[in-house]
């Protein structure tokens, strides 16, 4: 049974930097595309990012373009969302998700979820 474990969540100011981590477990996940959302307050869940592992080919949502990087460690079987200049807008619940080879933007592309980390900025 795949499992994500979010970590690294917390608060910071608007213009600052937070690395949030996604540790997978319970296979193999070098055919796996693994993903970022997050859903703000009374919002739907978005897509943030994603990295297809086998050839760490990314792509990453308009808002944060140019601003959150995604990357993966395979010895770790971890993907990280490094996130630059945080906006407050950016205040949200994140999730990480998995799927068993490709994988779009939709969540509902998406099979495995962890539970989620907060991210707070403030201004």
């Known amino acids: 049974q795949v499992q994500l474990v979010e970590a690294g969540g917390g608060l910071v100011q608007a213009g600052g930097s937070l690395r949030v981590s996604c540790a997978a477990s319970g296979g193999t996940f070098s055919r796996h595309t693994m993903g970022w959302f997050r859903q703000a307050p009374g919002k739907e869940r978005e897509f943030v990012a994603a990295i297809i592992w086998s050839s760490s080919t990314t792509y990453y949502a308009d808002s944060v373009k140019g601003r959150f990087t995604i990357s993966r460690d395979n010895a770790k079987n971890t993907v990280y969302l490094q996130m630059n200049s945080l906006k407050p807008e950016d205040t949200a619940v994140y999730y990480c998700?998995?799927?068993?080879?490709?994988?779009?933007?939709?969540?509902?592309?998406?099979?495995?979820w962890g539970q989620g980390t907060q991210v707070t900025v403030s201004s």
């Open positions: 998700a998995a799927r068993r080879q490709w994988a779009g933007i939709s969540k509902y592309d998406y099979d495995y």
